[in-house]
């Protein structure tokens, strides 16, 4: 079954610090990948996509992830956390680039603290 | 482009009345997105349409639940009756080809007692 999986409810880590956020995917061909940030009572905001090309993608806020194919992984990393940085944090998968359908994972709480 | 908006933005209603929540996608995009976020369940997908036309509708939990989406520039997802397991809160998205990547609207915070 095609799907994708944020192994950790919350990831705690000192302003400054590097912040990793992880994410697996399960699925057959070539998927498309996403980050998603929702803060409270919030939608969610689109930070970052993977498609094709360079495995290293940057995207807002200073966010990067990297595309693992080997490790069927997009690890969503920052070298210097911000408390503003607290959220929730959504992996998502395309399957069907034509009807851009996203499967999103359970979430991961960031908690950063000063 | 304002984005994807949703109205209402809150909604408290009884149970047993019918629920008409609504959602104007970004111009030019061709797919519309319904999602519900529960703390229990997370985000779940209960229907998307492209081109207008419902692909895929196997996200929606029950015969109370139906969406249309008459033309490009609206949506409705609408319960009847509405129950208060439904309280959640919805979310529309819409998104391109060219991007890819799907945009949400602010949420409609639904709570049914």
């Known amino acids: 079954a095609q799907s994708v999986a944020q192994p950790e409810d919350q990831v705690n880590v000192a302003e400054g610090n590097p912040l990793t956020v992880k994410c697996t995917y399960s699925?057959?061909?070539?998927?498309?990948l996403f980050w998603y940030v929702q803060y409270p009572n919030r939608g969610l905001q689109f930070l970052l996509k993977?498609?094709?090309?360079?495995?290293l993608v940057k995207g807002s806020y200073g966010f990067e992830a990297e595309f693992n194919k080997s490790q069927t992984s997009f690890h969503l990393k920052k070298p210097s956390a911000l408390v503003s940085d607290s959220a929730l944090y959504f992996c998502a998968v395309s399957f069907f680039p034509g009807f851009q359908k996203l499967v999103f994972g359970t979430g991961t709480r960031l908690l950063v603290s000063p | 482009d304002a984005g994807v908006i949703q109205s209402p933005r809150h909604e408290v209603t009884e149970m047993g009345q019918e629920v008409t929540l609504r959602c104007k996608p970004i111009s030019g995009h061709n797919s519309l997105f319904w999602y519900r976020q529960t703390m229990m369940r997370g985000l779940e997908l209960l229907i998307y349409f492209n081109n207008n036309v419902p692909i895929d509708d196997s996200g929606m939990p029950e015969d109370r639940f139906s969406a249309k989406m008459p033309n490009a520039s609206f949506s409705t997802l609408k319960i009847q009756p509405s129950e208060p397991r439904d309280s959640a809160v919805y979310f529309c998205?819409?998104?391109?080809?060219?991007?890819?990547?799907?945009?949400f609207g602010q949420g409609t915070r639904l709570t049914v007692v």
């Open positions: 993977y498609i094709t090309g360079d495995n």
């Open positions: 699925v057959s061909g070539n998927p498309y």
């Open positions: 998205a819409s998104s391109s080809p060219k991007e890819v990547e799907a945009f």
